[in-house]
């Protein structure tokens, strides 16, 4: 992908290329992971009951992203009335 198509690319498809992010990790991430997975066994396999997690050989510690919350018709017109009816008691 160049620059020129990164730069048109829409906010959503952007959004989604971020979410597969960390569901499917790219190249480096996913190397990351190979070679945490490789210590981890080595250190697992000559610690005896002192094992560790994978977390403990990972180099960077990934963002955790919450889900957007999906917006319906109902949430947004509940939302809109709550802006409505903070807005109407500010001017009074």
């Known amino acids: 992908m160049t620059v020129?198509?990164?730069s048109e690319m829409a906010a959503a498809e952007e959004d989604m290329w971020i979410a597969r992010s960390y569901t499917e990790p790219f190249l480096a991430r996913?190397?990351?992971v190979y070679?945490?997975?490789?210590?981890?066994?080595?250190?697992?396999v000559n610690a005896g009951k002192n094992?560790?997690?994978?977390?403990?050989?990972?180099?960077?510690?990934?963002?955790v992203?919450?889900?957007v919350q999906q917006l319906d018709t109902k949430n947004?017109?509940?939302?809109?009335?709550?802006?409505?009816?903070r807005?109407?008691?500010?001017?009074k």
């Open 51 to 63: 094992s560790r997690k994978l977390e403990d050989f990972m180099l960077f510690r990934p963002k």
């Open 35 to 44: 070679l945490a997975q490789i210590a981890q066994w080595i250190y697992n």
């Open 87 to 91: 807005q109407n008691a500010r001017r």
């Open 30 to 32: 996913r190397m990351e």
């Open 4 to 6: 020129a198509q990164v």
């Open 76 to 85: 947004i017109r509940s939302n809109f009335n709550s802006f409505i009816d």
């Open 65 to 67: 992203v919450k889900p």
